[in-house]
């Protein structure tokens, strides 16, 4: 059976997450941002990669957080992560979304590992945001105690999912429950996808 492919793509995103597994149980994470649309809008001749625009996280202007200085590195919110128990992996997340993409990854690690929700759960799970100046945005879908115990800490910001803007960041993963591995894509974007290839000999 073919998978449902979406009519149209959103090409405003610009920050891919990809998260895999082989038949050994060897993850990996990794995130990729063109940072701006189309990046540099420049193709690599020799690999084919499409280059970014990374240049544009620095400020031009002297004195400031960003400042072009000797040296520097670039701003980046990028945090593909693996985790591991007994010396094994058992779980890789990541996301896309720019400032969005730590909470995220931190929601599902805190879901799947520490709250014990299965992959699937922690996916479907209201999400939160916690920005800049200690204010909270929240899925309006979230339960009402779960909101009424984030107010005792935070100022809130209900905000309704939504493929754009998008108020959270768009998390994917791959954990392990007693069956084997289960990834999953961003359950609220329609263009995230999660594909399964078997190894009829594994």
Request: aromatic share 8%.
């Amino acid at each position: 059976v073919k998978p449902a492919v979406p009519a149209d793509f959103d090409t405003k995103g610009s920050t891919t997450q990809i998260n895999a597994v082989d038949a050994q149980g060897r993850f990996v994470s990794i995130t990729f941002t063109l940072f701006n649309r189309f990046g540099a809008c420049a193709l690599s001749p020799r690999t084919g990669i499409i280059l970014n625009n990374g240049m544009a996280w620095f400020d031009a202007r002297a004195g400031r957080t960003t400042s072009m200085l000797p040296n520097a590195y670039a701003h980046s919110n990028m945090c593909p992560a693996i985790i591991t128990k007994d010396d094994a992996p058992v779980m890789a997340v990541g996301a896309s979304g720019a400032n969005m993409i730590v909470p995220a990854v931190a929601q599902f690690i805190a879901l799947h590992l520490c709250a014990n929700l299965d992959v699937e759960e922690a996916a479907h799970r209201p999400r939160l945001h916690l920005g800049p100046e200690g204010k909270m945005s929240v899925d309006a879908d979230m339960m009402p105690a779960e909101i009424a115990a984030l107010e005792r800490h935070w100022r809130l910001t209900p905000a309704q999912t939504t493929v754009m803007p998008r108020p959270f960041g768009s998390p994917s993963m791959i954990g392990k429950d007693a069956n084997g591995f289960v990834g999953i894509p961003d359950t609220s974007y329609p263009a995230a996808y999660a594909a399964a290839y078997l190894n009829g000999s594994s």
